[in-house]
Every structure is written in structure tokens, then in C-alpha cells.
């Protein structure tokens, strides 16, 4: 069974580093992309961008270039998504999703991650 | 970047009603590549449709897409309470970036 499991919720404070994590398992980690994706309270989804745990290639939306780093541990099969310094507009839901290419659908997501960044 | 506009941005219907999604990109989407998701509070999207038309695996029959070009449809034929839930087109080309639409809520009436 094709499982995307994600690190619990946080809370941190403006200015501090975070970095979340998505394991898979049930599937060969290294043969398909993991996207990440973020939702607002109570608002849509935005692509933050993409990588591929085979090689690290990584590509990201120009929205998030900069602003996060996206990275993955393939003897771990996890992917991860790091701030370096928080924001309060960084508060969202983060999600990880398997696609199994670079133009392809998200077929499998994680349960999400809460991300609170509060003074 | 293309820039997927969903209408409407809410949809009231009972049911065993038709619902009919539309979904507009601000260009050509490549080789179809349209995906539509489902969205229920609390829960993780779900993939429902890929290459515009296809159903993803578990898919009920009742959900089909259409379209190709610019414009682009999800129709659920008869509506299910388990229906109601927001609803996000995705086109997935060559060149980042994924852009999802805004969504479009299905309530009950």
C-alpha cells in the first residue's frame, strides 16, 4: 500500500528555522517525484515545486524559489521542506503528494502537515 | 505560468442532481494535461481525473471530464451526499510550475 506519512504539526515563532518531512513507503521512493503543496487557512492549493528523490533534481514555482528549500534523503525515503527563517504569512497546511513524473498528476498525498508561525 | 480560473465559485444542488464544473486556463494546456482533485475539510485532496478524462484508479463511474485546449469540465452525473466538497483543476505541463485553479465549493442546497 502507497503510504505518504508526514511529520506532526508546529508551532514556531518568526524568525526560526523549520524543516518538515514525507516518508514514503509501499512504492519504489526513487522512481517517482515528490511535489509539495501549500493551503492557507481556508484558502486553495499552490504548487510549491517538485523533486526527484533519484537524482535530487529539484525544480520549484517562482512564488516559493528562495523562500524554501526542498530536499530528500533517498537510504530514508523521506522528502523535506525547509524554512530558514519563518514568517507569520508562512501559517498554512503543507502537503506532500507523489507524481510519477515531472508533467503528471499528484496520485498519493500525505495527511498534511500544520505549519503555525505565531510571536 | 498558466492561470486556471474555476467557475462557478460556489455550486448549491441537491442530490441526485447533475453538477457541471468548468475549468479555464489563460492558455493552452499541453497534451491535455488537466487533472481534477477533490477536497473535503479536514482530508487531503484526491485525484479524480488525469489527462482531462481519465478516471484515476478507484474512481466512481459517475465523475467524467472533458474538454481540451482551454476550457475544461468535470461532471458529476448524479450527486452523491458524499459528493459535497471543493473541487481544484490542476494542469501539470512540461515547465514548472503545476498551477491548481481556485476551486470551486459544492454545497447542498
Known amino acids: 500500500e502507497v503510504q505518504l506519512v508526514q511529520s506532526g504539526a508546529e508551532v514556531k515563532k518568526p524568525g526560526e528555522s523549520l524543516k518538515i518531512s514525507c516518508k514514503g513507503s509501499g512504492y519504489s521512493f526513487t522512481s517517482y517525484w515528490i511535489g509539495w503543496v501549500r493551503q492557507m487557512p481556508g484558502k486553495g492549493l499552490e504548487w510549491m515545486g517538485i523533486?526527484?528523490?533519484?537524482?535530487?533534481?529539484?525544480r520549484y514555482s517562482p512564488s516559493f524559489q528562495g523562500q524554501v528549500t526542498i530536499s530528500a534523503d533517498k537510504s530514508i525515503s523521506t522528502a523535506y521542506l525547509q524554512w530558514s527563517s519563518l514568517k507569520a504569512s508562512d501559517t498554512a497546511m503543507y502537503y506532500c503528494a507523489r507524481e510519477i513524473a515531472a508533467a503528471a498528476p499528484f496520485d498519493y498525498w500525505g495527511q498534511g502537515t500544520l505549519v503555525t508561525v505565531s510571536s | 505560468e498558466i492561470v486556471l480560473t474555476q467557475s462557478p465559485g460556489t455550486l448549491s444542488l441537491s442530490p441526485g442532481e447533475r453538477a457541471t464544473l468548468s475549468c479555464r486556463a489563460s492558455?493552452?494546456?499541453?497534451?491535455?494535461?488537466l487533472a481534477w482533485y477533490q477536497q473535503k475539510p479536514g482530508q487531503a485532496p484526491r485525484l479524480l481525473i488525469y489527462g482531462a478524462s481519465s478516471r484515476a484508479t478507484g474512481i466512481p463511474d459517475r465523475f467524467s471530464g472533458s474538454g481540451s485546449g482551454t476550457d475544461f469540465t468535470l461532471t458529476i452525473s448524479r450527486l452523491e451526499p458524499e459528493d459535497f466538497a471543493v473541487y481544484y483543476c490542476q494542469q501539470y505541463g512540461s515547465s514548472p510550475p503545476d498551477t491548481f485553479g481556485q476551486g470551486t465549493k459544492l454545497e447542498i442546497k
Open positions: 523533486i526527484y528523490p533519484g537524482d535530487s533534481d529539484t
Open positions: 492558455q493552452s494546456v499541453s497534451s491535455s494535461y
